[in-house]
């Protein structure tokens, strides 16, 4: 096996065993900044009963959705009217204290917000940062990163080809006469992320046991021609000794020819290998 399937192999092995208790927050709508006023729901994804939504926020730690902010269901959580004090961050925390990814979510009070991926975005997908406003979200913006202008994109979407861990950094956007949004962090990971959607998750994993299996289609039979091969020349070795004892020829004599019939096989069993 190539070091790939390998690595296939542990990579299933692990989201096989990791996927049975490993959490996984997301936030609808999809964007790390909204309005005030908007309807925030957080969704614990893959949780069993007992974890709960909590969050940081400059007013206060470790708080928990149904205690001190939010309407719980379940293992969700829902902001039905956003206020500006609620931006922090936000995660999935079990009763046992394991966590899952983070979220920061910004509520904006102004009149620009930057609608940018919540999540990682993983390495090489093309990302569209939407400058939007109340009113409309096809207005010419300005896009800045780390504070450096970028471009104006006349619709006010700014697309990201083929994203590297280059293009991370703290994301804002101006409309003219309307203001500014918050600032943003775009995060780039380099591997399938936890993050990936159940049908996703559950793809790759078709996929990945699709692969294992067609390696061992593939490398059974191989082992079979090569047991094959050895056991017919076996076979006539033990043939040639046979007619060499009724030729009662000396035993060196027999020893010698043995020795020819392993170098045969070695040879055989060589030349198959590089096939
Ligand atoms: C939330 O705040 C607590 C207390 O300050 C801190 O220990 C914890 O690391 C914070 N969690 C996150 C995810 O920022």
């Known amino acids: 096996m190539d070091p790939t399937s390998l690595q296939r192999l542990v990579f299933l092995t692990s989201l096989l065993s990791c996927s049975t208790n490993q959490a996984r927050l997301t936030v609808t709508p999809s964007s790390s900044q909204v309005f005030e006023d908007e309807r925030v729901s957080l969704r614990c994804e893959d949780a069993s009963d007992g974890w709960t939504v909590k969050r940081n926020t400059s007013y206060d730690n470790r708080a928990e959705c149904g205690v001190d902010w939010g309407a719980p269901d379940g293992s969700s959580c829902t902001i039905g009217s956003s206020d500006t004090f ?41 990302v569209t940062l939407i400058c939007r406003t109340k009113m409309a979200d096809n207005l010419p913006a300005d896009f ?7 471009r104006t994109e006349s619709d006010g979407h700014m697309t990201l080809h083929h994203v590297s861990r280059s293009d991370e950094g703290l994301y804002k956007c101006r409309v003219q006469n309307e203001g500014e949004s918050p600032e943003s962090r775009l995060s780039v990971s380099d591997k399938p992320p936890m ?57 060196t004599h027999a020893e010698q020819g043995l020795d020819d019939d392993y170098d045969d096989v070695m040879s055989a069993v060589t030349t198959e290998h590089q096939f």
């Not at 009763?95 to 993983?122: D, K, W």
């Not at 078709?206 to 067609?214: E, K, M, N, S």
């Not at 289609?217 to 043939?239: D, K, N, Q």
């Open 144 to 150: 800045y990163k780390d504070g450096v202008f970028i």
């Open 195 to 251: 993050t990936a959607t159940n049908a996703t998750t559950t793809l790759s994993s078709f996929h990945l046991v699709f692969r294992v299996i067609c390696h061992l289609v593939v490398f059974c039979p191989y082992c079979i021609c090569t047991f094959i091969v050895v056991s017919l020349y076996r076979e006539r070795a033990r043939g040639n000794d046979s007619s060499v004892s009724v030729a009662m020829t000396p035993p």
């Open 86 to 126: 609620e931006s922090g961050v936000y995660w999935c925390e079990s009763t046992e204290g394991s966590t899952s990814n983070t979220i920061t979510i910004t509520v904006s009070g102004g009149s620009v917000i930057l609608q940018s991926p919540a999540l990682p975005v993983i390495e090489g997908v093309d």
